[in-house]
């Protein structure tokens, strides 16, 4: 069964910074590109980064530009985003995402919780 395991959230300062992990098991890692979102209670997800397969960032949102990075150990099964100069609007569960871009599979994991306190 894959899994995708989400570790590296937790509380932090206004202006500290935190690194997200998101480690595969069971899945071709190198063959799936891999996102980032972060969901608010009661909203809808919304991407934060992603990366492809080979390694290319083709994706980072704005409110993240200059202050999160993203990159990927495909010998590891892993993924990390970097994020600096954290603020209170960066609080969010922070989800990783699988997807094989020549098949309609994706997977999800169970996200972690990031908490910037003022």
């Known amino acids: 069964q894959v899994q995708l395991v989400e570790s590296g959230g937790g509380l932090v300062q206004h202006g500290g910074s935190l690194r997200l992990s998101c480690a595969a098991s069971?899945?071709?890692?190198?063959?799936?590109?891999m996102s980032w979102y972060r969901q608010a209670p009661g909203k809808e997800r919304e991407l934060v980064a992603r990366i492809t397969s080979g390694g290319t960032v083709t994706f980072l949102a704005d409110s993240g530009k200059g202050r999160f990075t993203t990159y990927r150990v495909n010998a590891k099964n892993t993924i990390t985003l970097q994020m600096n100069s954290l603020k209170s609007e960066d609080a969010d569960i922070y989800y990783c995402?699988?997807?094989?871009?020549?098949?309609?599979?994706?997977?999800w994991g169970q996200g972690t919780q990031v908490t910037v306190s003022s």
């Open positions: 995402k699988a997807d094989n871009p020549w098949t309609t599979l994706n997977y």
């Open positions: 069971k899945l071709n890692f190198g063959e799936y590109h």
